[in-house]
């Protein structure tokens, strides 16, 4: 029976990384365009790694506070099916992409405890997808992509008007207990898949999906 949770890996920059997630059954890949990240791709290999996903998986782009000179070029050039927007973009903001570009937009939002919760309901009527993360230490480089959790259980009984993924220190060994604590139905990991930062490893990303669909 399937389970009909969907797994999206983020942080692509290889072909043989497009083919494990495809072959895996993940329904989403996600391209890092942020300078700071160790996943970061140019346009250029984001477009080819783009052409290489099968139909049925959906390319989504990571950007932080992206502008939309940055926003035009990567839109322009790379196949996409969604957006990402990982920063501290304001609903205005989300508004602006989503008429700007006709693409859906997905707003992460970072959770380290119950006080940051208010604020999602924020993006509810404006965001087509909510992704809810594990908030970044004061003074990371990263807003996301650190491998770190939250205490799920403030996400416990918790329901938002559009679909969300869980995020933020996911790996094969926790994502089952992640999704039956929180009762999310789609779920993303970064560097809970990588055999060293911004290597992506094959049958990690393999385990993390059948745990994640089991
Ligand atoms: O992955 C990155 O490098 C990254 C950079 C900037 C913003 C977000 C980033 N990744 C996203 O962060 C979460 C959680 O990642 P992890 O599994 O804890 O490593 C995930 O949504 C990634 O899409």
């Known amino acids: 029976m399937p389970s009909g949770i969907r797994v999206k890996i983020c942080g692509l920059s290889t072909v043989e990384d497009v083919r494990a997630v495809a072959d895996a059954g993940a329904r989403y890949v996600g391209f890092v365009f942020f300078a700071k990240s160790p996943r970061n791709v140019t346009i250029e290999q984001a477009r ?50 989503k008429e700007r570009y006709g693409l859906p937009v997905m707003k992460a939002l970072g959770v380290a405890d119950a006080e940051d919760l208010p604020k999602i309901a924020d993006y509810e009527t404006v965001a087509d997808q909510l992704l809810i993360d594990a908030k970044p230490p004061k003074g990371a480089d990263l807003p996301g992509g650190n491998g770190l959790a939250f205490d799920w259980r403030l996400l416990e009984g918790r329901e938002w008007a559009v679909p969300w993924m869980l995020a933020g220190g996911l790996h094969p060994e926790n994502v089952a207990e992640a999704i039956a604590r929180t009762g999310a139905r789609q779920v993303d990991v970064s560097s809970g898949v990588e055999s060293a930062p911004g290597v992506k490893d094959a049958a990690k990303i393999t385990a993390f999906v059948q745990a994640a669909l089991a």
């Open 48 to 97: 080819e790694l783009a052409l290489e996903v099968p139909l049925g998986v959906a390319k989504v782009a990571l950007t932080v506070n992206a502008d939309n000179a940055l926003l035009d070029a990567i839109t322009e050039a790379v196949p996409l099916d969604m957006i990402q927007l990982h920063g501290s973009e304001s609903p205005e903001r989300v508004a602006e992409v």
